[in-house]
Nanobody, 114 residues
Framework: QVQFVESGGGLVQPGESLRLSCTASARIICTTGLAWYRQAPGNQRESVAGLHRNGTTNYADSVNGRFTISRDCAKNVLYLQMNSLKPDDAAVYYC????????WGQGTRVTVSS
C-alpha cells in the first residue's frame, strides 16, 4: 500500500507563510489525483486543496486565493503553499488520494498564533 509522509509544518504568526511537502512511497504524485486535508482539534478532517491527474485544482472556500497546491513529478512530491495564514488554519495537515484511498500518514502540524 502506498504511504504518504508529510512535512513542513511549524509555528507561524498570522499573515505568514508555510510550504508543506508530501512524499509518496510509490511514483504516483503525477499519475493520481491527490489532495491536502486538515484536521483541527474537535473537528472532522476536511479537504482543503485537490490536484487532479490532469492538473486541475480545487480549493475549499476557506483557503481559496491563499493556498496553492502543486506537484513536482521528477521529485515525486506534492506541495501546499500556504500564504496569509490565519489562526483558523491551525490543524494537522495530511495528504492522500482524492478521495482518500490509503491509510493516513502522521501528518504535519501547523500552528498559527501570535
Amino acid at each position: 500500500q502506498v504511504q504518504f509522509v508529510e512535512s513542513g509544518g511549524g509555528l507561524v504568526q498570522p499573515g505568514e507563510s508555510l510550504r508543506l511537502s508530501c512524499t509518496a512511497s510509490a511514483r504516483i504524485i503525477c499519475t493520481t489525483g491527490l489532495a491536502w486535508y486538515r484536521q483541527a482539534p474537535g473537528n472532522q478532517r476536511e479537504s482543503v486543496a485537490g490536484l487532479h491527474r490532469n492538473g486541475t485544482t480545487n480549493y475549499a472556500d476557506s483557503v481559496n486565493g491563499r493556498f496553492t497546491i502543486s506537484r513536482d513529478c521528477a521529485k515525486n512530491v506534492l506541495y501546499l503553499q500556504m500564504n496569509s495564514l490565519k489562526p483558523d488554519d491551525a490543524a494537522v495537515y495530511y495528504c492522500n488520494a482524492q478521495p482518500p484511498a490509503v491509510s493516513w500518514g502522521q501528518g504535519t502540524r501547523v500552528t498559527v498564533s501570535s
